[in-house]
Structures are given as structure tokens and as C-alpha cells.
């Protein structure tokens, strides 16, 4: 049985990307290569940074508990292995500084889904800027996943054989 959360304020996406990570890790930014950006993430094990549609806007956010159910409208589908450790998610941007959609999730390892569809083109949405709409799914295993992959691909990505299961932290190159 899923249940699903819908997650406000909305979140502002900027530089191409939003964050998904564990409460305890302190650096969530992942530091991407072209490798990263053509496959439309770049994770660590309790953090996940993954590319949007667009290049800035806002979200609307909805995190299930439970596992990834398709959906036509769906333009992008990546689901990654990750670890909650500390109990709680943050869900948000590269430039929010106060975590303000976090979720509860007991620890454990997780299939995280990410999808997401383009609801307004730059200019149509909130001040000008694009709207997206963001599903979440955190589906707990009883084994960590293997291996990423990419669901729905849009002709942004440029989804490699082997996709690229690690990244270093931002900054610290």
C-alpha cells in the first residue's frame, strides 16, 4: 500500500537541478561531470542530484511511499538506490538554504524514483519562470539496489550503456 505526501512550500529548481538527500549528510552537492549531466544525475549513497527538464522555475512536489507507478505524462524516469540512515529526507533546491521539505522515513535501503513533467514552459509559470511537477516514490527494499537506471529518457539525456553510480562532493575537487 502507498501513500503519498504532497510536499509545500514549492521548490525553486535553479541551475538545471534539485536535490534529494538523507538529513544527516551535511554536503548534499554532488559534483557533476559531462558524464553525470548526460545521464541526468549524479548520487552518492544517501545523496541524489538530479537534472530537470528545465533549466530554473518552480516544482510542485509529491514524495509516495511506495513504489514507482508509470505514468503517461511521465518526460523523465530515473530511479537510483539510496540510504536513509538518519530517519528524515530533504527534498529541494541547489539555492534554498532552510530545509523545508523533509519527510519521515525509517532507515533502510530504498529504490528512489524520480519523475517528472514539464506543467508550464518559461514564461506561462509563476513569475515568468517554468513549472514543473516532481513524484518522488520511496519504495524500502530488503536488499540496496544494484544499479541505476533511466526509466523514460527525454531527448535531453544521452543515457550511456553503464550509467555512472558515483560522484565526488561539490566543492571539493
Excluded at 558524464?35 to 549513497?45: K, N, V
Excluded at 530533504?90 to 521539505?101: F, H, L, N, Q, S
Excluded at 514539464?118 to 544499479?147: C, H, M, S
Aim: negative net charge.
Amino acid at each position: 500500500m502507498s501513500r503519498e505526501i504532497v510536499l509545500s512550500p514549492r521548490l525553486y529548481f535553479s541551475y538545471s537541478s534539485f536535490l534529494v538527500f538523507d538529513g544527516g549528510v551535511k554536503l548534499p552537492g554532488c559534483d557533476w561531470t559531462p558524464e553525470h549531466s548526460a545521464q541526468g544525475f549524479a548520487r552518492r549513497e544517501s545523496t541524489v542530484n538530479f537534472n530537470t527538464l528545465l533549466e530554473f522555475g518552480f516544482a510542485d512536489v509529491a514524495v509516495i511511499h511506495g513504489a514507482y507507478r508509470p505514468r503517461e505524462e511521465y518526460e523523465r524516469v530515473i530511479e537510483v538506490p539510496f540510504r536513509v540512515t538518519s530517519g528524515k529526507v530533504i527534498v529541494g533546491g541547489p539555492e534554498e538554504t532552510e530545509d523545508k521539505r523533509m519527510i519521515e522515513l525509517p532507515p533502510g535501503d530504498y529504490r528512489l524514483t524520480a519523475a517528472q513533467r514539464v506543467t508550464a514552459e518559461k514564461g506561462e509559470g509563476e513569475e515568468g519562470q517554468g513549472e514543473e511537477a516532481i513524484d518522488v516514490y520511496f519504495e524500502l527494499l530488503p536488499q540496496p539496489l544494484e544499479r541505476s537506471s533511466v526509466l523514460v529518457a527525454d531527448e535531453a539525456l544521452s543515457v550511456p550503456d553503464r550509467l555512472l553510480e558515483t560522484a565526488g562532493v561539490a566543492g571539493e575537487s
